[in-house]
């Protein structure tokens, strides 16, 4: 049962008010975790309510949803091995999925990541899919460098606290492009989503996988306005619409090649040789 906590509703039967204290990467609570907007409550206070809910005190899916944004400072990311450099920026992050991802190791019994979030625009500057990869290279997600550098580089571009909150979980992925096999799960810290996961059941000619096979279709993506993104501006949509990267193979008409598949301008499904320059929408899970 809630009770009225301020202008707050407390989950706590005392109805008393909301506090916790932020010490040295622990949550200290006094009576609970203040309960704060997701856009507005600083990294301590977000911190502070995703531990509440990983103790079962708190339903963080009572004060947060699907579309909520915050912007977080994002540190420079210098070029690796084939990699592109970013600079220091400002990024909105969206809640994509609640209670979505499977975590690595379960927390206190919960099976699930609180939330879901993703860079709502192009991170600053395009990248290939595959780094250093012409033509898809192996075509799986485990052994793409990219994914290294997202749970690297970029992991180590977010705020402090944030890192510390970013959750493990698995990811499933095609084992190849061309036919319908489960590859390696993986366990990640940062990923780019896959097709099933941004448009669900929808078929596409070229794409080999199901959402059995890479993972259900994020809540945030069951509108089809949200698959278009525009370049980031500090924090702000800037420009036109552009492509961006998914982590799924597909083949090319002579399934020879490996592809991945990409999101057009308009948001419709599409996909590319992986030495193509296309936006970098990283996700990850708190």
């Not at 400072?73 to 400002?90: C, D, F, K």
Request: proline share 3%.
């Amino acid at each position: 049962m809630l009770f009225a906590s301020g202008n707050k509703m407390s989950p706590f039967k005392d109805g008393g008010k909301m506090s916790s204290v932020f010490r040295d990467g622990e949550i200290i609570y006094k009576s609970g975790p203040k309960i704060v907007d997701f856009a507005t409550g600083t990294d301590e206070e977000i911190a502070a309510m995703l531990d509440a809910h990983y103790k079962g005190k708190i339903n963080i899916n009572d004060y947060w949803e699907v579309g909520d944004t915050r912007v977080m400072h994002l540190n420079a990311m210098a070029a690796g091995t084939g990699g592109e450099a970013h600079v220091e920026q400002n990024m909105t992050m969206v809640i994509i999925g609640i209670e979505h991802d499977n975590l690595s190791a379960p927390i206190n019994g919960k099976t699930k990541a609180a939330i879901t979030l993703q860079c709502r625009e192009l991170l600053g500057n395009n990248g290939t899919g595959e780094i250093g990869q012409n033509y898809g290279g192996t075509g799986q997600w485990s052994a793409n460098p990219r994914r290294t550098w997202l749970n690297t580089t970029f992991i180590g571009a977010l705020p402090t606290i944030i890192q510390s909150l970013v959750k493990t979980v698995n990811k499933k992925n095609l084992a190849n492009h061309f036919d319908s096999t489960a590859g390696t799960t993986t366990q990640d810290k940062a990923f780019l989503i896959s097709y099933s996961e941004t448009f669900g059941s929808a078929s596409f000619s070229y794409y080999q996988g199901s959402e059995a096979l890479e993972g259900n279709q994020y809540q945030y993506y069951k509108t089809t306005s949200n698959r278009q993104k525009k370049p980031n501006n500090n924090g702000t949509s800037g420009g036109s619409n552009q492509r961006w990267w998914l982590r799924s193979p597909i083949t090319d008409i002579s399934r020879y090649y490996t592809y991945w598949a990409r999101v057009e301008a308009n948001g419709a499904a599409s996909g590319f040789s992986s030495d193509n320059q296309y936006g970098i929408v990283p996700a990850f899970c708190l």
